[in-house]
């Protein structure tokens, strides 16, 4: 995608007939794409990272009212460890779909 781009913009470079502007309005065409498939992936990444930190949250909560509840240092530690286990390996396992899915967006960008 990247060599697309690069060769897209070099193409607009080589017009003899085209204005200054409109080099640069060609070549901002040509940026595009890249531009489009960097904030796709940026923003798939940073919804998997705040539902991670939700989940984290929410292990934080209960292992506190745990702690307010009494139960043993220890055991609240176990908790938290099994609470954040569960959430990282359910993360795990939507990393397959999120991978397609940006793979499924990312083909069909400038086409």
Sequence with gaps: MQGLMF?????????SQASMQQVHQCIKCCHAPLAQAQAL????????QDHLARYAMYCNDKAKDSIDAGSKELQV??????????????????????TKKMKESLSSIGK
């Design 41 to 48: 992936v940026t923003s798939e990444l940073e919804k998997f």
């Design 7 to 15: 060769r897209c913009s070099a193409a607009c470079c080589e017009d």
């Design 77 to 98: 530690k176990r908790q938290l460890e099994s609470c954040m286990t569960m959430c990282v390996d359910g993360h795990m396992n939507l990393i397959p779909t999120m």
